[in-house]
C-alpha cells in the first residue's frame, strides 16, 4: 500500500474522513472530511481549510458562486453560470473539481 492510501486508510478508520461516493467522471472514490479531523490532524485541517477557502473565492471571483466574503462563515450559493458547460470548461482543473464538489454538496442538503 503506498503511503497516500494508508494515511486516507487511517483517516478513515479513525473517523476523521468518510467515503462520499464514487466521481461519475473518473471511478474514483470522494471523500468528506469529518469535524473530528480537526482533534486528529490539526495541520491538515488548516490546511485544508486554507485550500478550499482560496478555491471558493477565486471561484466567487470569477462568478461562479455568490456569498457575502464580510460574513466569517458565508451562504455559499451557486450561480447560473456554474451550470455553463462552456464557462466552466475555461477553468483551471482544479477550480472545475472544487465546483463540481460545492454543487454535490448543496444537493445533498
Known sequence: MDEESKIIEDLILQGALEVAGIDLDTGEPLY????????????LHNEFSKYFSSETMALWEYGFID??????NPTVRVTKKAFDPEAVSKLEKGHQYTLKEIIRVLLED
Open 32 to 43: 468528506n472530511f469529518t469535524d473530528k479531523l480537526k482533534n486528529i490532524n490539526p495541520e
Open 67 to 72: 456569498m457575502d466574503i464580510t460574513n466569517i
